[in-house]
């Protein structure tokens, strides 16, 4: 069948890499893509929220079947305008229309589902700028740390942990009045803290019947030791070693699903992917955030663990023929470091030239803010390339996905060095 992929990632990179293998992809398209994508598929200079003209690129191209990568393309109607026209409401889609898009696409809509339905998560109230006084006096009764997060879609950065009480009444006035998110911080969630191990868990369900994916953890700060502010994400790694089957199973039980159960009973049709963030507070899993689509990097470090047609999956899913079932996966560890461009997640310069990515052998590399310019690949955005390595161990994938990482280089390229080091270090205290 002929695909196409809607997204310019590291996420649209693997996703074009895992589906390119599968023996029902003919064509295969990526719309925009990036330089990484053009050398498994075909890009197309469409922007993934300019529904009209994908539309007509799906019809004049026979399009079957649509990934959506990004989170803005979900949560502004794709599923629902290509549903709503006769030419276009034929072809298959993996992900949620607005409804259902609203788990991401606002962080208060999501908790409210939570607590309606059950789902394990940390206390919360939220707040518009109207109500900054009555928030202040809210936090005046918090325990820090506090957590604080844009309502809205943020680009993953929209999260702030505030050591003290003075600096979260400064954060969230900085949110509410100044927009510091944009429109996604015209309300905010203030969160209880919740002290434990993060994770993120990947399923992809029909509405009715789910498949659990490798789960992974990824990195949100960009300084080393989980410092700095959040960016999009600086690594992560998959499996989790904490996450054993007594653990995965109260996932199952308490979180995916009442999740999956709750989407049915409130009326939200959700064919897709759920990215489950969780924290594993003393053996306990509560939820910090729901995504409506994979995860990135996670996606870097999940699909190459998965060892079956993985568009046989997403067919099902699209139809909504699937099998609650746990793919089948690969006993080795895969670990992937992102590569980003000096001054990320902060202001930075795009156009420099990259040397060094025929250099690498066993690890896979994975573009993300690239694009081609004549015979050179230059940079296009804050998180550049992502580097996946694997291994019988942490250790081992991430030296392989670090000798990759040792060829490459641009000016100004800056990266992590101690990816999967805390998980090495948990596994040894056990």
């Known amino acids: 069948m002929n695909i196409l992929i809607v997204g310019s990632g590291g996420r649209e990179h693997a996703l074009a890499w895992k589906i390119k293998q599968s023996k029902h992809c003919e064509d295969l398209w990526v719309a925009p893509g990036n330089a990484g994508t053009a050398m498994v598929a075909k890009n197309t200079p469409i922007n993934g929220e300019d529904f009209a003209a994908l539309g007509k690129f799906c019809v004049s191209n026979k399009i079957e079947l649509v990934v959506v990568g990004p989170e803005a393309a979900l949560v502004s109607g794709i599923r629902d305008y290509f549903e709503s026209h006769s030419d276009l409401s034929r072809i298959l889609i993996v992900g949620p229309g607005k409804s259902g898009a609203r788990l991401e696409g606002s962080k208060d809509f999501s908790k409210q589902f939570m607590l309606r339905n059950g789902v394990p998560t940390a206390k919360a109230a939220t707040f518009n700028a109207s109500q900054l006084r009555d928030a202040h006096a809210y936090l005046d009764n918090c325990q820090p ?46 969160e209880e803290f919740l002290d434990g191990i993060e994770l993120s868990v990947f399923v992809l369900t029909d509405g009715k019947n789910y498949a659990l994916l490798p789960e992974a953890k990824d990195y949100k700060r960009i300084g080393e030791q989980d410092t700095g502010p959040n960016t999009g994400g600086m690594g992560a790694v998959s499996p989790v070693v904490f996450a054993d089957d007594a653990f995965m199973q109260r996932v199952k039980d308490k979180v995916i699903v009442p999740t999956i159960q709750g989407l049915s009973k409130e009326n939200i049709p959700y064919r897709g992917f759920i990215f489950i963030g969780l924290m594993n507070v003393n053996g306990e899993p509560y939820v910090i955030e729901y995504n409506v689509r994979m995860g990135d990097p996670e996606t870097q470090a999940v699909l190459p663990r998965i060892d079956s047609d993985f568009v046989e999956l997403l067919i099902a899913t699209a139809k909504g023929e699937l099998k609650s079932q746990t793919v089948p996966t690969k006993k080795e560890l895969t670990a992937t470091v992102v590569m980003v461009a000096g001054g990320y997640p902060g202001s930075y310069e795009k156009g420099k030239v990259i040397t060094g990515l025929d250099k690498s052998d066993d690890a896979v590399v994975f573009h993300a803010g690239t694009k081609e310019t004549g015979s050179k690949v230059v940079t296009n955005g804050g998180r550049v390339i992502a580097i996946t390595g694997s291994g019988q161990t942490i250790s081992e994938a991430t030296a392989q996905a670090y000798k990759a990482i040792s060829t490459i280089h641009w000016d100004g390229v800056y990266f992590r060095k101690d990816i999967g080091e805390d998980l090495t270090k948990w596994a040894k205290t056990r």
């Not at 506090?146 to 003290?164: E, M, N, R, T, Y």
Request: glycine letters at 8%.
């Open 145 to 190: 740390p506090i957590v604080l997060k844009a309502d809205g879609l943020a680009a993953g950065k929209g999260v702030i942990i505030s050591p003290s009480i003075e600096e979260a009444k400064a954060e969230i006035s900085d949110m509410l009045e100044n927009k510091k998110f944009g429109e996604a911080s015209s309300k905010v969630l203030v």
